[in-house]
């Protein structure tokens, strides 16, 4: 994905926030659209079909939470929420809900730009070895991003996908959280390794049915194994 080539929507209801953020993306070569709140916000990334939304949380008429919900409905179109808190619940609840990053305000405009950069490359970054994945019934379509159990499709977010996509392309490989993290989020996200552990309770209840499922390797982190070694967990000797 090229830099010129991008497109990046930036929603907030402070126009110098909007300004400084537009600026910025633009001196980079991105081709910046902007929306003052959340209807709008959803109204623009359907015209436009942005790569990236840098979207801020407190706004009037939708906040960013909700919109952030219906556009990972629709997609999983890069977000990066921007948040006036410090609070770390404000971050893991965003986090949560599928965004990839996050930037705290009053911030540097070049954070910022280093951030969509970040994303950007994460998902555009190299081809996948194979397309698709199979263990047994569960079938991985890495391209689509789509995942089947016997024939039947499973409702993911997006970070639940690349939890799932990274353990299976690695079966037995334990995964410690703070590497997940690493991986998933982000090199520079400082986050609570408890969102992991959220996201991959959600995806255990989801694969129920599955030909595999994500063993716990206490103290560790978190494996994904064929039926055949489903039972149980493996704890250190």
């Excluded at 537009?22 to 959340?38: C, D, I, W």
């Excluded at 990236?52 to 952030?68: N, R, S």
């Amino acid at each position: 994905m090229s830099t010129g080539k991008a497109t990046i929507l930036v929603v907030d209801d402070e126009k110098n926030i909007v300004h400084l953020a537009k600026l910025y993306l633009s001196n980079e070569g991105y081709n910046v659209e902007t929306a003052a709140h959340g209807v709008e916000a959803l109204e623009k990334a359907r015209l436009v079909k942005p790569n990236l939304v840098v979207l801020d949380l407190m706004m009037p008429e939708m906040d960013g939470w909700e919109v952030c919900r219906r556009l990972r409905k629709d997609g999983d179109v890069p977000i990066i929420i921007l948040t006036a808190r410090s609070d770390d619940v404000d971050k893991i609840v965003g986090l949560e809900l599928g965004a990839d990053d996050y930037v705290t305000k009053p911030f540097n405009p070049r954070e910022l730009v280093a951030r969509v950069k970040a994303v950007l490359r994460r998902y555009g970054a190299g081809a996948r070895r194979e397309d698709v994945i199979t263990i047994g019934n569960l079938r991985i379509d890495l391209e689509r991003r789509e995942v089947l159990v016997a024939d039947a499709s499973l409702d993911l977010r997006a970070k639940e996908f690349d939890l799932l996509a990274t353990l299976a392309a690695n079966p037995g490989v334990v995964f410690s959280r703070e590497k997940l993290l690493e991986s998933i989020w982000g090199y520079d996200y400082f986050g609570d390794t408890r969102t992991i552990d959220v996201h991959i309770t959600w995806l255990r209840e989801k694969l129920a049915k599955a030909d595999a499922a994500i063993k716990t390797v206490w103290g560790i982190g978190y494996k994904l194994v064929p039926s055949s070694d489903k039972e149980g967990e493996a704890k250190p000797d």
